[in-house]
Antibody, heavy 119, light 113 residues
């Protein structure tokens, strides 16, 4: 099974930009069958799907975040990235990356990375 | 958006007893074209990412013990742990992958009585 690992700053100031990267191993972001998603979980709360990207660069995202969100992919480095602008305390969460078929469950997950929004 | 609602929010079950978790979707997640229910169940233990247990409502992921089973169709689904073990203490989530945005239930916490 593919392995995923999130990386990025653990602390972001309010109104600034959150940037995370997910590195894929044991597989490739250039897969023609797999899509690559970001999912987040505020401390002690449930799961929220953020959005996905395909190796072609095609994306789909949660309308609740779409205006602040960008997801990109770098096939040469086998990673994909998340950028969320104008963050507030409500964006504090563990951010996970995950893989899936377009119409399939999230079958592989990264370990997650906690991002705290605070001054 | 499809709203997923789980019940109960928490339950305490004795070791070896049955645990039942329900999940209701606000819209049908059954595809008439292939007769598949686009519904998955995940298990999340503290400090860990969710782990896929069940997909297509009733298909166990490889390596998942057979005490875990999923059932239901269209808008009403159930996850059953037939004989609760200590290692099953976790929060369980249902999730629909029928439409975007993908949505999860609020989670059900399973504890030992």
């Amino acid at each position: 099974q593919v392995r995923l690992q999130e990386s990025g700053p653990g602390l972001v100031k309010p109104s600034e930009t959150l940037s995370l990267t997910c590195t894929v191993s044991g597989g490739s972001v250039s897969s023609t069958s797999h899509f690559w998603s970001w999912i987040r979980q505020p401390p002690g709360k449930g799961l929220e799907w953020i959005g996905y990207i395909f190796h072609s660069g095609s994306t789909n995202s949660n309308p609740s975040l779409k205006s602040r969100l960008a997801i990109s992919v770098d096939t040469s480095k086998d990673h994909f990235s998340l950028t969320l602008t104008s963050v507030t305390a409500a964006d504090t969460a563990v951010y996970y990356c995950a893989s899936h078929m377009l119409y399939g469950p999230f079958d592989s997950w990264g370990q997650g990375t906690l991002v705290t929004v605070s001054s | 958006d499809i709203v997923m609602t789980q019940s109960p929010d928490s339950l305490a079950v004795s070791l070896g007893e049955r645990a039942t978790i329900n999940c209701k979707s606000s819209q049908n997640v059954l595809s008439r074209s292939n007769n598949n229910n686009y519904l998955a169940w995940y298990q999340q233990k503290p400090g860990q990412p969710p782990k896929l247990l069940i997909y297509w409502a009733s298909t166990r992921e490889s390596g998942v013990p057979d005490r875990f089973s999923g059932s239901g169709s269209a808008t009403d689904f159930t996850l059953t742990i037939s004989s609760l073990q200590a290692e099953d203490v976790a929060i369980y989530y249902c999730q629909q992958y029928y439409s975007f945005p993908r949505t999860f239930g609020q989670g059900t916490k399973v504890e030992i009585k």
